[in-house]
């Protein structure tokens, strides 16, 4: 089986930047972000297509602001949160799995993924 391990957390005010990374297996084909914020359902953030031509597609409420990337040679995607703001609060988790997952979000995006990680804490203070 595969072992996501995910890090970046932490705290941070209101405009500030975070940056998280997950680092996967090289039998990953696509990983994504979900966050999951007290009292409220898990919610896909962002998906990368690992390749030499990746491919990234975000929720609405992140485009512009959070960017997806990764690093081939390591196995890792990152997430880079820009202008986060305090709605963006909530545990983050980096998901993946062993195929290419292209197109837009389906109605249960998180049935997609095989693999999961631990999560990761993002606090935005006003």
């Known amino acids: 089986t595969v072992r996501l391990v995910e890090s970046g957390g932490g705290s941070v005010q209101a405009g500030g930047s975070l940056r998280l990374s997950c680092v996967g297996s090289e039998s990953i084909r696509t990983m994504a972000w979900f966050r999951q914020a007290p009292g409220k359902e898990r919610e896909w953030v962002a998906r990368?297509?690992?390749?030499?031509?990746?491919?990234?597609y975000y929720a609405d409420s992140v485009k512009g602001r959070f960017t997806i990337s990764q690093d081939k040679a390591s196995n890792t995607a990152y997430l880079l949160l820009n202008n986060l703001t305090p709605e963006d609060t909530a545990m983050y988790y980096c998901a993946a799995t062993d195929v290419y997952l292209l197109g837009g979000v389906a109605l249960r995006e998180d049935d997609r993924y095989k693999y999961w990680g631990q999560g990761t804490q993002i606090t935005v203070s006003s």
């Open positions: 990368i297509v690992m390749g030499d031509d990746a491919s990234e």
